[in-house]
């Protein structure tokens, strides 16, 4: 997984071609809250993929790298589907989307 705060990220989809494969994984990425309330992309990819985008990155707009935060866990998904259930062990934002949605759903 790849944190990239918000200005890093349009940088990076600026300088990317839409018909390169790094543009697709960026595209696909979550726009999230960090823990200091800031927006970032979370790009959700494979070791391979995380390094295509950095190695993209070195070479277009090299002032980036510094700020892009590879996380080399992805979060365990949950094999239930249900929507009241909690996962502990995502972050902090997906607990709130998931408690919102339920909530709205049930109203």
Do not use: W
């Not at 944190?3 to 494969?21: F, G, K, N, Q, R």
């Not at 249900?82 to 949605?101: C, F, G, N, Q, Y």
């Amino acid at each position: 997984m790849l944190h990239i705060p918000m200005v890093t990220y349009e940088i990076l989809s600026e300088a990317c071609d839409p018909s390169l494969p790094e543009y697709e994984l960026l595209k696909n990425g979550l726009v999230m809250r960090n823990q200091q309330g800031n927006q970032e992309v979370q790009v959700l990819t494979d070791k391979a993929g995380a390094k295509q985008i950095m190695e993209f990155a070195a070479t277009a707009c090299p002032e980036v790298i510094p700020f892009i935060k590879v996380i080399s866990e992805p979060v365990k998904q949950r094999s239930d589907p249900t929507p009241d259930k909690v996962v502990t062990d995502a972050p902090r934002e997906t607990h709130l989307l998931m408690v919102r949605s339920s909530t709205e759903a049930n109203r």
